[in-house]
C-alpha cells in the first residue's frame, strides 16, 4: 500500500514548469550561461550544433532550457524548437544573449529579436537580455546596448536587461529567480559585473 502510495506522489508533480527559449548571435556565451546555472561552474565550450536541452530544478521550479546555436538562427531546427517543443510550456521565459563586443551584428541580432518577438509562441512571455562578456575592455554598456537595441521600446511582456560575464558567472545568478517570478517587484538586476568584485575567473 506504501509502495502504490509513493509511486503515485512520484507521478503527480506539483513542480511548476517553464520552458526557456536562448537565443543570440553565435559565440555570444549562451551555453556558458546554460551550464554555469546547471552546474555552477564554467565549462569549456564548443559550438552548439543544432540546439541543446537541460533541465534544472530550482527549488519547485523545473526549467527546461533550450539553447539554439547561434548560426541555427533561421534554419528548421529552430522553428522546431518553438513549434515543437516550447509551445508545450504553458509558463515560458525567452533568454536573449549578446555578445556586447561585437558591433557588427547588432543589425542582424535586432532583426532576430523583433522576429522572436512577433511569433505567435513568444507573445507577452518574459525577455531577459544579457549583456555578455562585460569582463572585455571593449564591450559596449548596458545603456549603449539598450539603446542600440531599441529595447526601451519593447512593450507588452517584463523585460529585464543585465549586464553579465559568463566566465565569472558575474550577473547570471539573479536571471533565473527573475524567470521565476517576472513580475515581481524585487530588484534582481545585482552588480554590473564592472563595478563588482570580478573574483577569479572559473575557466
Ligand atoms: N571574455 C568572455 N568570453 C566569454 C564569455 N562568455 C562566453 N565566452 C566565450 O565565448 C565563446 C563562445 O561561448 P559559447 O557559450 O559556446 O557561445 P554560444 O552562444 O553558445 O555559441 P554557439 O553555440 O556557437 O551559438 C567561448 O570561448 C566562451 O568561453 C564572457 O562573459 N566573457
Ligand atoms: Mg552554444
Redesign the pocket.
Known amino acids: 500500500m506504501g509502495g502504490v502510495f509513493t509511486r503515485l506522489l512520484q507521478t503527480v508533480s506539483w513542480k511548476q514548469k517553464i520552458g526557456v527559449l536562448m537565443t543570440?548571435?553565435?559565440?555570444?556565451?549562451?551555453?556558458?550561461?546554460l551550464y554555469h546555472w546547471v552546474s555552477g561552474t564554467c565549462v569549456?565550450?564548443?559550438?552548439?550544433v543544432g540546439s541543446n536541452m537541460e533541465t534544472l530544478e530550482r527549488g519547485d521550479i523545473t526549467f527546461t532550457f533550450f539553447?539554439v546555436?547561434?548560426?541555427q538562427r533561421s534554419r528548421p531546427v529552430f522553428q522546431k524548437t518553438l513549434c515543437t517543443n516550447l509551445v508545450k510550456y504553458k509558463k515560458k521565459g525567452i533568454v536573449f544573449?549578446i555578445d556586447s563586443c561585437d558591433r557588427q551584428w547588432i543589425k542582424e541580432a535586432k532583426d532576430l529579436l523583433k522576429d522572436l518577438l512577433e511569433s505567435d509562441v513568444l507573445q507577452n512571455v518574459p525577455l531577459l537580455v544579457y549583456a555578455?562578456?562585460?569582463?572585455?575592455s571593449d564591450a559596449m554598456s548596458v545603456e549603449d546596448i539598450t539603446e542600440a537595441f531599441e529595447l526601451d521600446s519593447i512593450k507588452g511582456r517584463p523585460l529585464l536587461v543585465q549586464g553579465?560575464?559568463?566566465?565569472t558567472g558575474s550577473g547570471i545568478e539573479g536571471g533565473l529567480a527573475w524567470l521565476a517570478d517576472p513580475n515581481s517587484s524585487q530588484d534582481f538586476k545585482g552588480l554590473d559585473p564592472k563595478d563588482a568584485d570580478q573574483g577569479e575567473q572559473m575557466?
Not at 543570440?24 to 550561461?33: N, P
Not at 569549456?44 to 552548439?48: E, N
Not at 553579465?164 to 566566465?167: K, R
Open positions: 543570440g548571435d553565435a559565440e555570444s556565451g549562451k551555453t556558458t550561461i569549456t565550450t564548443s559550438h552548439t539553447d546555436g547561434g548560426e544573449v555578455n562578456k562585460q569582463d572585455r553579465c560575464c559568463a566566465l575557466c
